[in-house]
């Protein structure tokens, strides 16, 4: 009797674990098929729990997506206005979660192919670069959000300060142009007295010859006009050691800098000028990485994007004016040693100041 029982037990086991698949097989093993086990063979013919969970799964889902077409036409309906920024705020998570898979597979691949970010492709590291970015800027609206009602008080947040609040996913094309154009009016601001702390170096230079070519540089830029690559390159040497050298030059200096990539000037000086190294670098293989994609490459959006980056304003510049503004802006980057990152602040500066060239009249 025990070994009967057993092979029974072992049967239906064998049915539920594999499937109707084994029936015969099932039914071949047991010899003395009782009532139960009849029941259980025909359970399992008529269940499915994998085609049952993907049926409740595609019911839900549906019944979600029903009810929120119902809601989206209710609002555009009695709320026209506030439907926009729903749909606006709908979109930029849809954009945001989209960044998040995308920065998500890179790192993956970085990870398993054992990559250097500094060996990505441009876009890819363009992409970590930008959603970095993103989520210190999004941290602290997160925290506000999480004591319980306060999401109404950073709703009303949200719509009083976006430039202040939001990331650009929720910007519309309009708003995204308008802030760049205020971010930019800020950098600008911080031309002038990085200027006049060139001037007052090149006053303190012993070195006659280097000391006349920024003094000629600085003049250059005063009266107007664009310099070219062959002016700063003149004067690099004074770039990666003393006086200007990304940790030689003072405190103040270094605060004008930070305005150039938006950086918070208000932490210690060591650690200002341990972020601004360390972006300029970034920056730097980022430039290396478009010249191996190459100029032609990119997009008017990602052409406006990297130009804008690196300082200049492309508020009022047609695509060919950036194209031939970031080319040169390449000559000058791809020369530069990794020593001589303030060199390369500075040029964030002196070679967008005056672009475009003033016309000759």
């Known amino acids: 009797m025990a070994p009967s029982s057993m092979r029974m037990w072992c049967g239906a086991s064998m049915t539920l674990l594999c499937g109707p698949r084994y029936l015969g097989v099932t039914a071949g093993l047991c010899r003395h098929k009782s009532a139960a086990t009849q029941l259980s063979l025909c359970l399992v013919r008529q ?6 969970r993907y049926g409740l799964g595609q019911s839900i889902t549906s019944r979600l997506k029903w009810a929120n077409e119902k809601y989206q036409r209710f609002l555009q309906r009695h709320f026209p206005r506030f439907y926009v920024l729903y749909s606006i705020f709908i979109r930029g998570f849809r954009l945001f979660f989209e960044d998040a898979r995308e ?7 970085m990870i398993r192919n054992n990559i250097d970010p500094q060996k990505l492709p441009y876009r890819e590291m363009e992409k970590l670069r930008q959603f970095h970015r993103d989520m210190i800027k999004a941290i602290p609206l997160v925290i506000i959000s999480i004591p319980p009602f306060a999401n109404y008080l950073v709703f009303v947040l949200i719509y009083l300060y976006p430039r202040q609040l939001l990331i650009r996913h929720f910007w519309t094309p309009q708003q995204l142009v308008e802030f760049q154009g205020v971010y930019h009016a800020q950098r600008a601001l911080h031309h002038r007295p ?18 006349s070519r920024l003094t000629e540089l600085c003049s250059k830029i005063e009266s107007g006009a664009h310099p070219v690559v062959s002016d700063l390159h003149a004067v690099r040497s004074l770039f990666s050691g003393p006086p200007l050298g990304i940790r030689r030059m003072g405190a103040d200096h270094m605060r004008h800098l930070c305005a150039l990539l938006f950086l918070s000037p208000r932490l210690p000086p060591f650690w200002i000028g341990r972020r601004l190294n360390s972006h300029a670098l970034e920056l730097m293989h980022l430039d290396r990485a478009i010249i191996k994609l190459g100029l032609h490459e990119l997009s008017d959006m990602e052409l406006n994007e990297a130009c804008y980056v690196r300082g200049l304003n492309v508020e009022q510049l047609t695509p060919a004016q950036c194209r031939d503004w970031l080319s040169q802006w390449l000559q000058f980057s791809v020369h530069l040693k990794e020593s001589e990152t303030s060199l390369y602040l500075h040029g964030m500066m002196l070679l967008t100041v005056n672009f475009p060239k003033p016309a000759r009249s």
Not at 47 to 52: D, E, F, L, V
Not at 194 to 208: D, P, V, W
């Open 47 to 52: 269940y499915s729990p994998s085609k049952a």
């Open 194 to 211: 990085l200027l006049g702390g060139l001037k007052t170096t090149a006053s303190r230079i012993t070195h006659e010859q280097v000391k």
């Open 103 to 109: 920065v998500h597979r890179i790192r993956i691949r």
